[in-house]
Antibody, heavy 120, light 108 residues
Framework: QEQLVESGGDVVQPGRSLRLSCAAS????????MHWVRQAPGKGLEWVAAIWFDGSKQYYSDSVKGRFTISRDNARNTVSLQMNSLRADDTAVYYC?????????????WGQGALVIVSS | EIVMTQSPATLSVSPGERATLSCRASQSVSSNLAWYQQKPGQAPRLLIYGISTRATGVPARFSGSGSGTEFTLTITSLQSEDFAVYYCQQYNKWPPWTFGQGTKVEIK
């Protein structure tokens, strides 16, 4: 069955960088778009970034554009989120989510999340 | 950006009763509307996509309806495991993919 496992969450100081990874299994990873969605403490869901099945397109929310980079390795069934110039308002649980198709649909499977705390 | 607005913010319902949750889009999202359930400390779970199609394993007491900009999630005969936060999401026009702010269904 489909499984997504995030790793890399940590406590980091403002202005520093952090890289999250998501390991996928149970489906043909290279056929599906992937997303990162975050949830600040006590808040709702916010889409962060998406990458197409073949890595040909990446999309970002305005709040992270220019600071975060999404990438994937279809040989290793992983998707990553490189987060630079972190700010306090980036503090959140970051979920990796599988798209229903190779490009922009709904999210049919989610990982358990990785907690990122940005604090001095 | 399409803004999704859910109401009410909190819904108090007794077990066995019906819950009706609303979601409004700032512009038409066609049939590209999904609902997710999130329990405390857990990841969101897909419930419904395409306005009314239940995801695999979702009980029949969950149903979705609506069109264009107005959508409803109905839970008939609420069970204890249904008390959670529910989010609607549009995937018609992106980026960004946008979620409503959530409706918390709590025990009355």
């Amino acid at each position: 069955q489909e499984q997504l496992v995030e790793s890399g969450g940590d406590v980091v100081q403002p202005g520093r960088s952090l890289r999250l990874s998501c390991a996928a299994s149970g489906f043909t990873f290279s056929q599906y778009a992937m997303h990162w969605v975050r949830q600040a403490p006590g808040k709702g869901l916010e889409w962060v970034a998406a990458i197409w099945f073949d890595g040909s397109k990446q999309y970002y929310s305005d709040s992270v554009k220019g600071r975060f980079t999404i990438s994937r390795d279809n040989a290793r069934n992983t998707v990553s989120l490189q987060m630079n110039s972190l700010r306090a308002d980036d503090t959140a649980v970051y979920y990796c989510a599988k798209d229903f198709d190779h490009s922009g649909y709904y999210f049919d499977y989610w990982g358990q999340g990785a907690l990122v705390i940005v604090s001095s | 950006e399409i803004v999704m607005t859910q109401s009410p913010a909190t819904l108090s319902v007794s077990p066995g009763e019906r819950a009706t949750l609303s979601c409004r889009a700032s512009q038409s999202v066609s049939s590209n509307l999904a609902w997710y359930q999130q329990k405390p400390g857990q990841a969101p779970r897909l419930l419904i996509y395409g306005i009314s199609t239940r995801a695999t394993g979702v009980p029949a007491r969950f149903s979705g309806s609506g069109s264009g900009t107005e959508f409803t999630l109905t839970i008939t005969s609420l069970q204890s495991e249904d008390f959670a936060v529910y989010y609607c999401q549009q995937y018609n026009k992106w980026p960004p993919w946008t979620f409503g702010q959530g409706t918390k269904v709590e025990i009355k």
